[in-house]
């Protein structure tokens, strides 16, 4: 009978597991899974060494993903779902409690055969912990907004064809590793425009260890501040 009800218990947390299924482009819906490349299922990558933190299950290549133009500037906004609905039930499961990182990799040439590897990613984007009064988290603000969370591309990226990378880290089970939950998405993007900077990079996997305070970490117990990890956000 425990196990039985262990199993309810470990198949009622996988329906609160959640995917990236959406991408707008300066307030233009681009459509369903469309320019991003599905994982199989909604359940997070939990090991950090492995190549699924990258771009998610089977996010390696993109061959079969088409490739979305924006320009240099753009506000690109993010949108997640437990299932392939956008009604009905909360965007991510509240008890998914952490980040919201977004980061940036370009391509050595096309962005549907870049698989991420190496240090070619930038973080453009982190909310953490916004508020230790009432332990509001920004995934707390991405359910009240539908799912949805923003960032600007910087203008002075150089043009081209990039991965871009949103991350919510689900911190609820998190005190031992593994155990941070991270729904990643990956879009495939054409940037026109732009500039000529060269921002600082990191390697997704290489980067996140598990001992890393923002990945094994108790947030039961007040916490005052977090540090997400992956460095600090380059502001462009
Ligand atoms: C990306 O934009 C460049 C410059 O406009 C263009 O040559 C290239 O074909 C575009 N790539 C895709 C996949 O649309
Ligand atoms: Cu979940």
Redo the contacts with the bound molecule.
């Keep these: 009978m425990k196990s039985i009800l262990a199993v309810l218990a470990v198949a009622a947390v996988a329906n609160a597991h959640f995917t990236m299924q959406y991408i707008w482009n300066n307030g233009v819906d681009e459509g369903q899974n469309n320019y991003i490349r599905v994982p199989p299922n909604n359940n997070p990558v939990t090991d950090v060494t492995s190549t699924d933190i990258t771009c998610n299950v089977g996010g390696t290549s993109g061959s079969s993903v088409?490739?979305a133009?924006i320009s240099a500037g753009a506000t690109i906004t993010f949108e997640w779902h437990q299932h392939a609905q956008r009604t009905g039930e909360d965007a991510i499961s509240g008890g998914h409690k952490g980040p919201v990182q977004v980061y940036i990799a370009k391509a050595p040439s096309?962005?549907?055969s870049f698989d991420g590897q190496g240090a070619v990613w930038t973080k453009i984007y982190s909310s953490g912990l916004i508020d230790p009064a009432s332990q509001q988290w920004a995934t707390d603000v991405v359910n009240a907004n539908s799912g949805k969370h923003s960032v600007t591309i910087p203008a002075s990226l150089p043009?081209?064809?990039y991965l871009l990378r949103a991350e919510i880290i689900a911190l609820h089970v998190a005190s031992s590793y593994p155990g941070a939950q991270f729904y990643i998405g990956c879009a495939?993007v054409?940037i026109?425009g732009g500039g000529s900077a060269s921002p600082p990079k990191i390697s997704l996997p290489g980067s996140y260890q598990g001992s890393d305070p923002g990945i094994t970490v108790n947030i039961y117990n007040n916490l005052q501040s977090y540090t997400a990890p992956g460095g600090a956000v380059w502001s462009g």
Excluded: I, L, P, R
Aim: glycine share 8%; no cysteine.
């Design positions: 088409s490739t133009s096309t962005a549907a043009a081209g064809e495939q054409n026109s």
